[in-house]
C-alpha cells in the first residue's frame, strides 16, 4: 500500500515538471505574435487618393507618384501681357504731334523747327449740334522756321481738296507737318468769329522726303 501511494506521487511530480516547460514557452510565442504585428503594423499603406480638381487638391497612384493634372488655368503673366496688348491697341496713337493755341510760339528742338499758329483764317465746319449735309473744313495758318531757314508760312486744313485749295499735309525742312485736330468745336450758338482766337490746334511730325518739301534759306 505504502508502495503505491509512493509510485502515486512520484507520478503526479514527474507530470507537474514536464508541463511547467510548456507553460513557460507560452508567454513567449505570444511577445513574437505581438512583434510581428507591431512590426507589420509599422509598414506604410500606399492608398489611392482622388481628389477634385476644382477643391485644389491633387490626384496619386498607387505607386505614390502624381497624376498630371489636366485643364489647368493660363499663365498669370501671358494673362497680364494680353491685357497690356490690348490698352496699348485702344490708346490714341500720339507720337510725334504737338499741340498750340492760336498766337503761340514754340521750338521744338527735336524738329530744329520754330513753330507760330497764327490764327484760323477758316472754319466752316459743321456745329456739333445741327444736322449737315456737308462736314465743312477749318484752316489754320501756321508759321515754321528752322535753324538755318527763312520763315515761311503754312496753310494747313482738315480735309484734302485739291480744287478747292486744302491740304492736310505740308513738307518743311525734312518734316511733313499735318493738321490733326482743331478744336473748339463750332455750334449753333458759337461759330467760327465767336470762336476766334480760342482755337488750339494738333500738329503731326513726320519724316519726309529728304531734300523735298518748302525749305528756304
Not at 488655368?73 to 496699348?88: F, L
Not at 527735336?110 to 484752316?139: H, L, Q
Not at 519726309?208 to 518748302?214: A, D, L, Q, V
Given at each position: 500500500?505504502?508502495h ?12 507537474a515538471?514536464?508541463q511547467n ?14 512583434t ?28 505614390g ?10 499663365d ?54 445741327v ?5 465743312g ?33 505740308q ?12 478744336t ?5 450758338a ?28
Amino acid at each position: 500500500m505504502i508502495h503505491r501511494l509512493i509510485l502515486t506521487s512520484f507520478g503526479i511530480l514527474t507530470l507537474a515538471t514536464c508541463q511547467n516547460p510548456k507553460i513557460s514557452e507560452t508567454p513567449a510565442k505570444q511577445e513574437t505574435v505581438k512583434t510581428e504585428t507591431s512590426a507589420n503594423s509599422a509598414e506604410p499603406k500606399v492608398s489611392d487618393v482622388t481628389t477634385n480638381q476644382t477643391s485644389g487638391t491633387t490626384k496619386s497612384k498607387s505607386n505614390g507618384e502624381p497624376e498630371m493634372s489636366v485643364g489647368l488655368p493660363p499663365d498669370k503673366e501671358a494673362v497680364e501681357t494680353a491685357k497690356k496688348e490690348q490698352q496699348n491697341s485702344t490708346v490714341k496713337n500720339t507720337a510725334g504731334i504737338v499741340y498750340l493755341k492760336e498766337g503761340e510760339n514754340k521750338f521744338f528742338k527735336e524738329y530744329e523747327m520754330n513753330v507760330t499758329f497764327k490764327k484760323m483764317t477758316e472754319d466752316s465746319r459743321c456745329p456739333k449740334d445741327v444736322n449737315c449735309i456737308w462736314a465743312g473744313v477749318a484752316t489754320a495758318e501756321v508759321e515754321v522756321m528752322g535753324l538755318y531757314t527763312r520763315p515761311v508760312t503754312l496753310k494747313l486744313s482738315t480735309m484734302n481738296d485739291a480744287k478747292k485749295g486744302y491740304t492736310k499735309s505740308q513738307e518743311f525742312n525734312g518734316y511733313t507737318i499735318s493738321l490733326v485736330e482743331v478744336t473748339p468745336e463750332t455750334t449753333s450758338a458759337k461759330g467760327f468769329k465767336a470762336l476766334q482766337g480760342s482755337y488750339r490746334i494738333g500738329l503731326q511730325f513726320s519724316k519726309g522726303s529728304t531734300g523735298s518739301g518748302t525749305t528756304t534759306k
